[in-house]
């Protein structure tokens, strides 16, 4: 079984500064990780993931996150925020075979101030 | 965007009727999956399909049944609405295999039970 902690359920930050989020799972079989956005009243949109290889994942807009199979962390960073990232944010994992089920943390709340 | 819609997208109903939402694919996506999304819970699995007229429980699946006739079509019921089930309910499709169990995710639809 799996399971997902985000601790942060909001995070303000100026626009410009960096920004993490927090990922911390836990699991006893091999995992694929995941970050989703999800904007106002849409539905979620695929971020970025890490199914192997490299531990460092980037997204075209410039967020990335960086596997860390000792700490079994997944955060999520940006150096530089934009108003327009303001939304909540979900880490999600599921194993890495069988019905490749999700297990959704709580998610962290983004807001952008100018 | 992947093609995934669900119906219908607001429903306000009374305790103790039978309500039932529809999600449909046009990818010919293997797997489906029913969420509902609540404020401090995240995502929480209701139920998902592993292929027509195969389906499982979720970590939430009390008071609700599935079905999928067809691959393109997954209706969640519920049996006889209640106020704890009022919440934002989303589909989810994926292609499934090794490398590629990225979930996409349908607009949602918002429930409120009476």
């Known amino acids: 079984a799996q399971s997902v902690t985000q601790l942060d359920s909001q995070v303000p930050v100026f626009e410009e500064a960096p920004v993490e989020l927090r990922c911390n799972y836990s699991s006893s079989v091999s995992v694929y990780l995941f970050w989703y956005v999800q904007y106002p009243n849409q539905g979620l949109q695929l971020l970025l993931k890490y199914l192997s290889g490299s531990t460092l994942v980037e997204s075209i807009n410039g967020f990335e996150a960086e596997f860390n199979k000792s700490q079994t962390s997944f955060h999520l960073r940006k150096p530089s925020v934009h108003i327009s990232d303001t939304a909540e944010y979900f880490c999600a994992v599921s194993g890495s075979s069988g019905t490749y089920k999700y297990i959704f943390g709580t998610g962290t709340r983004l807001k952008v101030l100018a | ?114």
Request: hydrophobic share 25%; glycine share 10%; net charge neutral.
């Open chain 2, 1 to 114: 965007d992947a093609g995934i819609t669900q119906s219908p997208r607001h429903k306000v109903t009374e305790t103790g009727t039978p309500v039932t939402l529809r999600c449909h694919q046009t990818e010919n996506h293997r797997y489906m999956y029913w969420y509902r999304q609540d404020p401090g819970h995240g995502l929480r699995l209701i139920h998902y399909s592993y292929g027509v007229k195969d389906t499982d429980k979720g970590e939430v699946s009390d008071g609700y049944s599935v079905s999928r006739s067809k691959t393109e079509d997954f209706l969640l019921t519920l049996e006889s609405a209640t106020s704890s089930q009022t919440s934002v309910y989303f589909c989810a499709i994926s292609p499934g295999g090794q490398g590629s169990n990225e979930q996409f995710f349908g607009p949602g639809t918002r429930l409120t039970v009476l």
